[in-house]
């Protein structure tokens, strides 16, 4: 028996072994020779029901309890996408449309807001969903929001090593705190640990560099940054710096409108700059009220 055969029985027998772990092993039979031996080069991949070390498995049905984007296409749901694709449409045409000429790093979205409670989590979410849904872009979802990180919660997921972990120098490959997930195009990176120096770590140079690989590394790719708030945390104005766009969640009836204009005034001009409205009952005849969403292009404008 050749070694080639020997080695695709020994193969066969180990993909038994492992069927019930939800895991899948292809064999790829190119050949290599190192030192006149054949050698069998082979491949694995993973099945949504039984993630590796760098994958995250997302529950839609959750998903769709807590009101957020999926694939399928929801009767209660249809409102809430066609909101968010247009403000999809306006971040997307200032990433790769004729707006990127004029924009730094045009693919790096900040969501933040004026004050905590917000709904800049959902909105960072949502819009992170909508783009997925997009054939030919992927998106990278960052948690920033170091001090209350959030995401993971909201997609039911236990906490994983992250951003804090890779700028305090405990990660040094990137790649390792960047998550597949089983939404085609989603990837996901978390806070990380808790550090009592979060938020200066988030205008560290390493912060800059790290954000830098990010926006140039895939030219397809949105990086979509859930930031702490404008106001209190001097870091998140540095953080935006290092973005290209903006967007500030304003909750409808809550939000004071001074903070606003405040909060719009600590993000540098150049930046491209939008409202979500969030949180806005809306009520239709023959309908049910639902939770809105709009978006206001902000870009340079000056108070009224």
């Given amino acids: 028996m050749s070694l080639i055969e020997q080695a695709l029985k020994k193969q066969q027998a180990q993909l038994k072994d492992s069927e019930h772990q939800g895991k899948v092993q292809s064999v790829n039979e190119n050949t290599r020779t190192t030192d006149g031996k054949a050698v069998l080069s082979t491949t694995q991949s993973h099945t949504s029901t039984a993630p590796t070390k760098q994958q995250i498995f997302v529950n839609e049905a959750l998903l769709s309890q807590k009101n957020f984007i999926v694939g399928n296409e929801l009767e209660g749901q249809r409102a809430l996408k066609e909101e968010f694709r247009q403000i999809k449409r306006k971040v997307l045409n200032n990433a790769f449309g004729p707006a990127r000429k004029t924009l730094d790093t045009p693919n790096m979205v900040m969501i933040t807001s004026a004050k905590p409670n917000e709904g800049k989590t959902f909105v960072s979410i949502n819009l992170a969903l909508s783009i997925a849904l997009e054939q030919d872009k992927t998106v990278l979802l960052v948690d920033a929001d170091v001090l209350k990180p959030s995401i993971l919660r909201?997609?039911?997921v236990k906490p994983k090593a992250g951003l804090i972990d890779y700028l305090t120098g405990d990660i040094d490959d990137i790649g390792e705190i960047i998550y597949r997930t089983n939404i085609n195009k989603l990837s996901i990176m978390p806070a990380g640990k808790s550090h009592h120096l979060a938020n200066e770590l988030l205008a560290s140079e390493r912060m800059a560099k790290m954000t830098k690989e990010l926006s140039q590394r895939y030219a397809d790719r949105i990086v979509i940054f859930?930031?702490?708030?404008?106001?209190?945390?001097?870091?998140?104005s540095i953080l935006s710096n290092l973005?290209?766009?903006?967007?500030?969640?304003?909750?409808?009836?809550?939000?004071?409108?001074?903070d606003?204009?405040?909060a719009n005034h600590l993000l540098r001009a150049e930046l491209a700059k939008g409202l979500v409205l969030n949180k806005a009952l809306y009520s239709h005849k023959n309908s049910y009220g639902y939770y809105g969403y709009g978006y206001g292009y902000g870009e340079h404008q000056e108070d009224e």
């Fill in 260 to 262: 606003v204009k405040h």
């Fill in 154 to 156: 909201e997609l039911g």
């Fill in 243 to 258: 973005m290209g766009q903006a967007l500030i969640t304003v909750e409808e009836n809550q939000t004071n409108l001074n």
């Fill in 226 to 236: 859930d930031s702490p708030p404008l106001l209190g945390i001097n870091e998140t």
